[in-house]
Every structure is written in structure tokens, then in C-alpha cells.
């Protein structure tokens, strides 16, 4: 037998442990290997549009199914709106209409001012385009209609046959500040222009996008000007004021007032308002002397209920977007259509993709005057009904709705959610927003009653309730004269005329 070197033998051992330790299944369980992966977001919808940007301002670029996978490339600062691949291209789903799947901590977020949108009307409008003004000779629009002049704008008459357009989801509005500006088809200096816009305080504008010239680093926005077109004007030339379509909008009275963190609170940390200062009104304390505002930035605080008036003179403020969303006959021209399409009903009572509203996901579902299952009944609607969300309770399953029967509260599980949910306001003090009332009957005594033994002044008097207070109702004669009482006191009778009742009378058993 021949004898090997001992460098063979060495290298021989050495490979063995290295082979060891390469396979070693303890070596292999001491490194778990993580896996990344990919964010992509399911559609989970019917269908759902995929457009040129994040709003629903943009083009529709295509429209995917149900199921379609979607991976992630980046998304807004809102975290409503993500862009995703698809296969024509990159476009921009809102997140509410999908499910998301993958590890989202890496999307990077994608500045407005980062891409042009192209998506943004850039020639004239001509619905009522008078001569001369690029458009030709375009007809007239009667006033009695209400058509759409952009993707997500609807044309309205105000009073004086003024006329304005306006976004239902829209918060902000543009007012020109200086004496004249240029209306451009481009967020290009010396762009062709549509027109000259002049300064109009009583007048303003929707803003239908925003862009960013590079090369001179001036800032754009678009927006739509009636019988002219949507176009786009230089940012620093327009100030913003606030729309009454996200909200009745409060103006600052007093020469200054400090925002507190609740009635009578502490104002640490918040701002102090100047006379002029625009802010939504979200609430009102139950004493009725504080009021809740929301600020352009989405500050909350709150104010006496003196020191602020409800704006007037805007374009805005003379809508009625209850009117506006339920009964106005409209002539609609849809995104890609070659002409109108008029409809003589009421107007659809649809809702964009920001604007909160539910839809009932039972067959049957009970709207009630609190929120909670203890209050009573005021409405029964059927399931796929929608309906606008205007609050939301403290506990969060509780949506205050709005509808042909008023106002109520809604539960969150029996509805699907839709919109933008953080813009909707928490409501504390119900009973400032909606008159409730409890379904198990209750007696409110106002003053002193004289309660008896039996139902009727001939019985003998066990005492007297002084108010106010509650009480239970147990009990009532046939003819609704009489109302037995279950009090501190023991069970007694009173006139009925002498209380209020509050819950549902047809649950009180009749006696006797």
C-alpha cells in the first residue's frame, strides 16, 4: 500500500467538515432564508378603471376584471391611490377597490409634481362656446341642464344665470390673484392659449390637476373655466379657498381666536386663526355655544360658536348639492363618447371614488335614530341601496347616513365601505346632529305629575314625580289616556297628556 503525503490527507479532512457544515441541517435552520415578496394589489370589484392618474380627474386608461393582479410601483401620498403595471402600460387603481398582497413597506411614494397629466383636457370645451373663441359656433346650453364639461365636473346655474362647474368630491378651489392671467394648453410657458382669465374675487375655479415644469421649476395647475376650457395657469398666481362641496364652510369673525382641543380646552400646540380664516364645520357641542372645525391641512379644533359666520358670496355656496344629487335633470357627456347622452330622470345617485358612502351588503337593513341597536327604526332599506357617509361614531361601527328619510345611523357590518374614510368626521355629540330616540317607550317628565294608584283621578294619589326626568313606561289603558310607570317610587299611573313619550308606543302592553 502506498503511503499518501500528508498534504493530501490534510486537504482531504479539510474538504469533509467544509462538506459537513455545507449540509449540516442545524447550519441550515440557524439561517432561515427570507423571502421578499412582491406588493401587488387584486382587484376586487367587478371591474375597475385603471387611469392615467391618481384621481378621478384622469383618463380611464383600461378597465381589468375581477381578480386581476396588479403589481405595485409606487403610490400616493394618500395612500388611496397606488400605481400598478399593467399590460399597456403603468397606470393608477384606487387601494379601496382591491386587496392588497406582499410586503408593502418599500413602496416608494410618487409626488404629484413628479409626472405631467396628460390625462387633464388640454383643448377648449365647446358646450356653449360663444363665436370666436376657438370653438366656433357651438350651441347654447339651456339652462335647465346640467352637463359636464370634464371628466368629474358638472355645470350649474347660479343665481343671475351665473355659471360655474363643480366636482362633488372636490375641497379646494383656485381664485385668481392678480389682474389677468393666461389660460395655457400646456404647463409650458408660451404654450398656445385658450384665453385671458381676469381677477374675480366672487369667482372661482375646480383644480383638475397639477404639474411641475422642470427646466424653470414653476409650478401649474389646471383648471376649467366655463365657455373657455380646462387649461392650465401658473400656481403662484391663484390663492385657494375652500369648497362647499367637502362642507358648509365657517369664516372667521374675531380679529383672532386660538383653536382648542375641545370646548373650552387647551389650545396647545394649535393655531390661532385671524379674522378671514376659512375653515369645514364638523360639530357642534351639545350646549351649543362650541363648534368643531376642520382646517384646509386637516386640523381639527374647536371654536366658539360666536366667533365665526357661515361663508356666502362664493360660487359654492350657492349650490344646493342636495338638489344637486337628487333630483336636476342632467345631460352627461361620458368619458370617450361622441356626444351627449341626455337622461330627462333625476340625477344618479352615484358617488365618486373619494366620496364616502356605503352599500348595503344584506338584504334588509334597519336605519336607526342612534347608534346603537337601542335606538328606534327610521327607515328599512333594501340590500345595494347606497347612501353618503357624513360621520362615523366614537367606537366606529356606527355610520351616521344621509338619505330620503333624513338622517340616521347605520351598523358597519352589514354595509361595504367606499370612499376616502379619514375624511369623514367623528360625530361625539350625536344628539347635536340627529334627534334620537330610544326604542324602549320612556316618559319624560317636564315638570310635577301626580301619580295614582290606578288610571284615574278617583283612585288614590301615591305621590308625585317632579322633573325633569325619565322614566320607564310599562304599561297603558286601551284608549291611550293612561300610562303606567315603573318609577323610583314604585308603579304608578299618569295622564298621558302630562308627559312626553319617547320610543315606540306599540311596544307599551295594553292593561285593563
Excluded at 93 to 102: A, D, E, I, L, S
Aim: glycine share 10%; proline share 6%; charged share 10%.
Amino acid at each position: 500500500m502506498s503511503k499518501q503525503p500528508k498534504g493530501i490527507s490534510l486537504f482531504l479532512l479539510l474538504a469533509f467538515c467544509i462538506g459537513m457544515m455545507v449540509f449540516s441541517p442545524v447550519a441550515l435552520a440557524a439561517e432561515p432564508q427570507q423571502q421578499f415578496v412582491a406588493p401587488r394589489l387584486v382587484v376586487n370589484s367587478s371591474f375597475l378603471n385603471v387611469r392615467s392618474g391618481p384621481g378621478i380627474q384622469y383618463s380611464v386608461l383600461l378597465t381589468v376584471v375581477g381578480g386581476t393582479e396588479l403589481p405595485v410601483l409606487g403610490r400616493a401620498s394618500d395612500n388611496v391611490w397606488f400605481q400598478v403595471s399593467t399590460v399597456i402600460g403603468v397606470g393608477w387603481v384606487n387601494v379601496q377597490y382591491t386587496v392588497p398582497r406582499g410586503n408593502f413597506e418599500n413602496v416608494p411614494v410618487i409626488q404629484l409634481s413628479e409626472f405631467i397629466a396628460t390625462s387633464v383636457q388640454t383643448t377648449p370645451i365647446t358646450l356653449g362656446l360663444p363665436l370666436g373663441q376657438g370653438g366656433g359656433a357651438a350651441p347654447e346650453v339651456a339652462a335647465s341642464t346640467v352637463p359636464t364639461t370634464a371628466s368629474g365636473t358638472i355645470r350649474v346655474t347660479l343665481s343671475n344665470n351665473r355659471v360655474t362647474t363643480v366636482s362633488l368630491n372636490e375641497r379646494f378651489r383656485a381664485v385668481i390673484n392678480v389682474e389677468a392671467v393666461n389660460l395655457r394648453t400646456q404647463p409650458v410657458d408660451g404654450s398656445p392659449t385658450l384665453g385671458t382669465v381676469y381677477r374675480d374675487d366672487t369667482n372661482d375655479y375646480p383644480i383638475l390637476g397639477s404639474s411641475k415644469d422642470n427646466k424653470t421649476g414653476v409650478e401649474w395647475i389646471a383648471i376649467e373655466v366655463v365657455d373657455v376650457g380646462v387649461g392650465w395657469i401658473e400656481a403662484a398666481k391663484v390663492f385657494f379657498r375652500l369648497s362647499r362641496a367637502a362642507g358648509t364652510v365657517m369664516q372667521v369673525a374675531a380679529t383672532l381666536i386660538n383653536l382648542t382641543d375641545s370646548p373650552s380646552g387647551s389650545g396647545d400646540n394649535l393655531p390661532i386663526l385671524q379674522s378671514g380664516a376659512e375653515a369645514f364645520l364638523r360639530n357642534i357641542s351639545r350646549d351649543g355655544k362650541f363648534i368643531q372645525i376642520e382646517l384646509g391641512d386637516g386640523t381639527l379644533g374647536w371654536v366658539p360658536f360666536d366667533a365665526v359666520v357661515t361663508r356666502t358670496g362664493t360660487p359654492t355656496d350657492e349650490i344646493d348639492f342636495e338638489q344637486l344629487a337628487g333630483s336636476v335633470p342632467t345631460t352627461f357627456i361620458q368619458p370617450g363618447a361622441t356626444s351627449n347622452t341626455t337622461t330627462t330622470g333625476a340625477f344618479p345617485a352615484t358617488f365618486g371614488l373619494d366620496t364616502p358612502h356605503i352599500v348595503i351588503n344584506t338584504g334588509f337593513l334597519n336605519i336607526r335614530s342612534g347608534p346603537g341597536a337601542q335606538y328606534s327604526i327610521v327607515a328599512t332599506l333594501s340590500g345595494g341601496t347606497e347612501l353618503p357617509v357624513i360621520g362615523i361614531a366614537p367606537d366606529n361601527v356606527w355610520y351616521l347616513v344621509e338619505g330620503t328619510f333624513g338622517r340616521g345611523w347605520i351598523n358597519n357590518e352589514f354595509v361595504v365601505f367606499r370612499g376616502a374614510i379619514q375624511t369623514v368626521p367623528i360625530i361625539r355629540d350625536f344628539t347635536a346632529v340627529t334627534t334620537t330616540t330610544l326604542s324602549a317607550p320612556i316618559a319624560v317628565v317636564a315638570g310635577s305629575v301626580t301619580l295614582y294608584a290606578a288610571p284615574g283621578t278617583n283612585f288614590g294619589a301615591i305621590g308625585a314625580l317632579n322633573g325633569p326626568i325619565e322614566v320607564p313606561i310599562v304599561a297603558r289603558t286601551a284608549d291611550s289616556l293612561w300610562l303606567q310607570l315603573n318609577t323610583s317610587i314604585g308603579f304608578g299611573w299618569v295622564v298621558a297628556n302630562q308627559v312626553i313619550v319617547r320610543g315606540d308606543g306599540n311596544l307599551i302592553p295594553v292593561v285593563g
